[in-house]
């Protein structure tokens, strides 16, 4: 009977380790990846959705149709008695902390929102798109014209009116969704060139930064400096923290809830601590790529001949651990943060946040005095005509004057498209509205006249700017139509 051969041991670090991991997956399979039934007909299949670029836009749109859904249902009393909702919190005399549902939804998950998009604006400064100042210099060009507009239209529209309480609103066309502008842009697929693509989110985040020094400046009710001072002590503690290497995320945690409670009782929204706090965040990573290299090569060395020894199993535990911990440090805290965070802002914090306050009743509303009213018009005029009446002819003027040049194959038409494509304001805009009508005494009809005029303004400019850019060439076409001009033969599929 012939013997048969035991497996070959591996020899070395690397398969050392393959081994290990398949070992212990074959031991600790998890639920997620095993074979049942809900795991592989719907777990697995919706993190594959959370993966594709259009999947953000998808999950807010549904989350605000839902909201409207249910504020016009026979069920209406309990959407806006849910929001309504008030968690108090009292401890002896000292603290006392009582907000609706709606107002931690705004000012404490939107926070975490808003740390995400300032960690977006520290990358994009630092490493991206507009880290010099020539590659800046359109994107942000195009941004403050996108800006200017649409807030002029409205001034327009509410002033001719008489202005009132009404006027409060001007900041809500200003801003840019970029989760619905980056789901519409991968719908187009090679009929937009990455060069368009990165030119508008490149516009999107100015359109942050700008929509943030709004909220900031002219959204702030009233200050307490007592409180803005602590906020602007614990800020300070962390940026030094990070200068002198103190890695803990459980020190920072507890920062960060600090300077949000302080920007909270000063007066500032809170949600500007989350933006702070994101442009103090770190880019670099601690180790260098050559030292990530050095230690790594190091602990592998130590690993493989771990392997010998009596007590294997805890030493080899102890080098996969220490190996995991270099490689954590060897990326970004910035990379780090905006990979763990992104998922729950998108998917979680974002929709919650529509479903809060995109809930519009339309029962009892006269909807042809709302469609006409000053404030619906200025900010549907101000998204779908504004938006890219301001940033064509502010990157029109940046390119004649030569401060800065087109994305390669991106020509005006396009860059119409891409206007009309920014003109989709919904997260910040409905975001803007709640601060812009909440000391007013008709407040919450100016907040419905405007909400209607996001959801016209940005349907209608999102529309548009599809089917201009979708009646673009797309690459193979562009270089079959050169080759015509130049007589070469064009290939046939």
Do not use: C
């Amino acid at each position: 009977m012939p013997l048969t051969r035991a497996p070959k041991a591996p020899t070395t670090p690397v398969a050392i380790l393959e081994e290990i991991v398949h070992t212990e997956e074959r031991i600790h399979r998890t639920w997620l990846h095993s074979d049942r039934y809900v795991p592989r007909r719907f777990v697995r299949p919706a993190l594959a959705f959370m993966e594709t670029e259009s999947a953000g836009g998808i999950v807010l749109l549904a989350a605000a149709l839902l909201a409207i859904l249910w504020a016009n249902s026979p069920w209406w009393h309990g959407y806006f008695s849910l929001w309504e909702t008030h968690l108090t919190i009292e401890l002896g005399g000292w603290f006392h902390f009582s907000h609706s549902l709606k107002d931690i939804v705004n000012d404490g998950l939107m926070a975490i929102f808003f740390f995400v998009v300032g960690l977006e604006i520290k990358r994009e400064l630092v490493v991206g798109e507009l880290n010099e100042p020539k590659k800046a210099a359109l994107p942000a060009m195009a941004a403050l014209g996108g800006m200017i507009v649409p807030a002029l239209i409205y001034v327009a529209f509410v002033g001719s009116n008489g202005g009132g309480d009404a006027m409060a609103g001007w900041g809500i066309p200003m801003a840019t969704d970029i989760a619905f502008s980056v789901g519409i842009l991968a719908l187009l697929g090679s009929r937009i060139s990455l060069g368009a693509k990165l030119f508008l989110l490149a516009l999107a985040i100015v359109d942050d930064l700008g929509a943030i020094a709004v909220i900031a400046i002219f959204y702030t009710e009233s200050l307490e400096f007592g409180w803005l001072l602590a906020a602007a002590a614990g800020l300070v503690v962390t940026a030094v923290a990070a200068r002198v290497g103190i890695r803990s995320l459980l020190f920072y945690g507890v920062i960060a809830v600090g300077v949000w409670f302080a920007v909270l009782e000063s007066g500032v929204h809170a949600t500007i601590a989350g933006v702070a706090l994101g442009l103090l965040t770190p880019v670099h990573a601690l180790y260098s790529d050559e030292e990530f290299r050095r230690k790594a090569r190091w602990i592998l060395e130590r690993f493989e001949m771990s392997a010998a020894a009596p007590d294997a199993r805890s030493r080899l535990d102890s080098d996969a651990l220490q190996l995991a911990a270099v490689a954590t440090e060897s990326v970004p805290p910035l990379r780090r943060l905006e990979h763990r965070l992104h998922g729950w802002s998108s998917f979680a914090i974002v929709p919650i946040f529509a479903l809060a306050n995109a809930g519009v009743r339309f029962v009892g509303l006269d909807l042809g005095e709302v469609a006409t009213s000053p404030v619906t018009l200025g900010v549907a005029v101000g998204l779908m005509v504004g938006k890219p009446v301001g940033i064509a002819t502010a990157t029109w003027l940046a390119v004649r004057s030569g401060l800065g040049e087109l994305p390669r194959r991106t020509d005006f038409r396009r860059v119409v498209g891409l206007g009309f494509i920014a003109g989709i304001g919904f997260t910040v805009s409905l975001f803007i509205t709640e601060l812009a009508f909440r000391g007013s005494e008709i407040g919450e009809l100016l907040g419905d006249e405007a909400k209607i005029g996001i959801f016209a303004g940005s349907i209608v400019a999102g529309v548009v700017g599809y089917l201009l850019l979708r009646s673009a060439k797309t690459v193979e076409e562009e270089l079959d139509a050169a080759r015509e001009a130049v007589g070469a033969p064009v290939p046939t599929p």
